[in-house]
């Protein structure tokens, strides 16, 4: 399980570093201001829990079962959470209306803070 972690945690940190370059150079001419911000609060989100992936991968001291708990809450809400909003984000370039998935995003980070309280009982209950 931690070599999947590992991996998962360096492609999410790949795609967040590839979606930040394309935020900053490519979505300038297609969306406004607000919608970029948008788009990088997105990216932000999902390369903090990237690096946690890889952290989280090396960890000796949680028990297997407390890891992969707390990184399957936190690959659901990188997907849902700045899967949401780069969708949100583009649903003006595509041209498709896709306002009616903006109930993933609150979804997505609900899942994110139950990463981190369960991560945080994992390590409170450490000797």
């Given amino acids: 399980m931690n070599k999947t972690i590992l991996i998962t945690g360096a492609v999410a940190a790949l795609l967040a570093v590839l979606l930040g370059a394309f935020g900053a150079h490519g979505?300038?001419?297609l969306v406004d201001s607000d919608s970029i911000d948008s788009f990088v609060t997105g990216v932000r989100y999902q390369m903090y829990h990237a690096i946690v992936?890889?952290?989280?991968?090396t960890m000796t001291i949680l028990s297997e079962t407390s890891k992969k708990r707390i990184f399957y809450f936190f690959l659901g809400g990188?997907?849902?959470?700045?899967?949401?909003?780069?969708?949100?984000?583009m649903d003006e370039v595509l041209g498709v209306s896709l306002s009616g998935i903006g109930f993933i995003t609150p979804l997505g980070g609900l899942l994110l803070i139950l990463g981190w309280i369960f991560f945080l009982i994992a390590l409170i209950k450490t000797k």
């Fill in 27 to 29: 979505l300038e001419k």
């Fill in 53 to 57: 992936c890889l952290i989280l991968g």
């Fill in 78 to 89: 990188m997907i849902l959470f700045s899967g949401s909003i780069y969708l949100l984000v």
